[in-house]
């Protein structure tokens, strides 16, 4: 583990930055996962931009592209929580593993968190969009690395 105090200012300033943006995502996850991020909370300002956009849709289909938009939410926020673990660990030995590792453990504590909220739902399902969202992201991060070394 890398030990911050050991480095000098502006040393110990690179290492916060590069761990302060995963930490702040993190806590965002963790506050939409609460009552803030639930399907009527969202429907606040989801809701009226679709029914601006499709002014025809009966409210059922308005509910279905709500629950389709949020479902897209969860691949992109962890494909964004992937790049901040990539971005904090890409110095570490075996740092592909952490990063997948810190996709799933943040996934799995958000679900649970989820299924202890009225407001919400905790999903296996979830889970499983949550990592795929993660995998993507590291993917892409993976081959668009190796690609510039290849080049370089």
């Given at each position: 583990m890398i030990n911050a105090f050991k480095y000098s200012g502006s040393e110990k300033a690179g290492v916060y930055l590069r761990y302060a943006p995963l930490f702040l995502w993190i806590a965002v996850i963790f506050y939409m996962s609460s009552g803030a991020g639930s399907f009527e909370q969202t429907s606040g300002f989801i809701g009226p931009l679709l029914a601006f956009l499709f002014p025809n849709a009966p409210?059922?289909?308005?509910?279905?592209?709500?629950?389709?938009?949020?479902?897209c939410a969860h691949f992109v926020?962890?494909?964004?929580?992937?790049?901040?673990?990539?971005?904090?660990f890409v110095r570490w030995?075996?740092?592909?593993?952490?990063?997948?590792?810190?996709?799933?453990?943040?996934?799995?504590?958000?679900?649970?968190?989820?299924?202890?909220?009225?407001?919400?739902?905790?999903?296996?399902a979830d889970v499983m969009l949550d990592f795929a969202g993660g995998l993507f992201a590291f993917a892409l991060v993976w081959f668009t690395a190796h690609r510039r070394l290849s080049r370089g």
């Open positions: 409210p059922e289909t308005i509910a279905s592209y709500h629950g389709f938009i949020r479902k926020v962890y494909g964004m929580l992937a790049f901040f673990a990539h971005m904090a030995p075996r740092w592909p593993a952490i990063v997948l590792g810190v996709v799933a453990l943040v996934a799995i504590l958000d679900e649970l968190n989820q299924s202890y909220n009225k407001a919400r739902t905790g999903a296996a």
